[in-house]
């Protein structure tokens, strides 16, 4: 998988906006953008992908930059419960990409 | 709907036993991934198995460990001989297409966290 840059860690305030960015600029045609995130003891969670264009699920929405050498993850009224390290992923299609491959993730904490 | 099942969710073994994790993946899942998250270290990829067949293996350490994931029942994950060092969360995955779509989703179980006293 290609490399992303995260921050190593952000903070919040519950029920603000929270946006997180991530770094990808050796992105190829073919590498979708994912985030999982892992709260405190459990396993990773998928929250959200996108290949081109912005994508809103019930978690999060994604922004992704025109030219797709940034993303942004967007958790629109942050929660205690969101406290988590966020990943952000480039995946391949075809090759070893199921080696999902993680960094080391961006840390968020909210304050209440 | 189950999620992933991994179990025994906490497991101690002393140094020299055996220890072995379990994984039911998800219903409709024949992709399975097991991954290790040392302390205060990131995940790392171990092995990629579908139903009775070992697809890459190349984060498994080359001793004592070993995978498998039969057609009946579940994936299991060995390790023998267990070292302090092996002390981690072994998470496992499951995904319902393989490798070749790069919109391929995996769900994580809650992990088996392993302690070797």
């Known amino acids: 998988d290609a490399k992303t840059t995260q921050p190593n860690s952000m903070e919040s305030n519950e029920e603000e906006p929270v946006h997180l960015p991530c770094n990808h600029s050796t992105i190829s045609g073919t590498d979708y953008i994912h985030w999982y995130r892992q709260l405190p003891s459990q396993g990773p969670e998928y929250v959200i992908h996108g290949l081109t264009s912005n994508v809103n699920n019930r978690m999060a929405s994604l922004a992704i930059a025109e030219d797709r050498k940034s993303s942004t993850l967007i958790l629109h009224r942050a929660t205690l419960r969101d406290a988590a390290v966020y990943y952000c992923i480039l995946r391949a299609s075809g090759g070893s990409n199921y080696k999902l491959t993680f960094g080391k993730g961006t840390l968020l904490t909210v304050n209440p | 709907n189950a999620g992933v099942m991994q179990n025994p969710r906490h497991l101690v073994r002393r140094r020299g036993q055996e220890a072995r994790l379990r994984c039911s993946p998800m219903k409709g899942h024949s992709h399975v991934y097991w991954y290790r998250q040392l302390p205060e270290e990131g995940l790392k990829f171990m092995v990629y198995l579908q139903k009775e067949n070992i697809i890459d293996e190349s984060g498994m350490p080359k001793e004592r460990f070993s995978a498998e994931f039969p057609k009946e029942g579940p994936s299991i994950l060995r390790i023998q001989q267990v070292v302090r060092g092996d002390s981690a969360a072994y998470f496992c995955?499951?995904?319902?297409?393989?490798?070749?779509?790069?919109?391929?989703?995996?769900?994580f179980g809650a992990g088996s966290r392993l302690t070797v006293l």
């Open positions: 995955a499951s995904s319902p297409q393989g490798a070749s779509s790069g919109a391929n989703v995996l769900t």
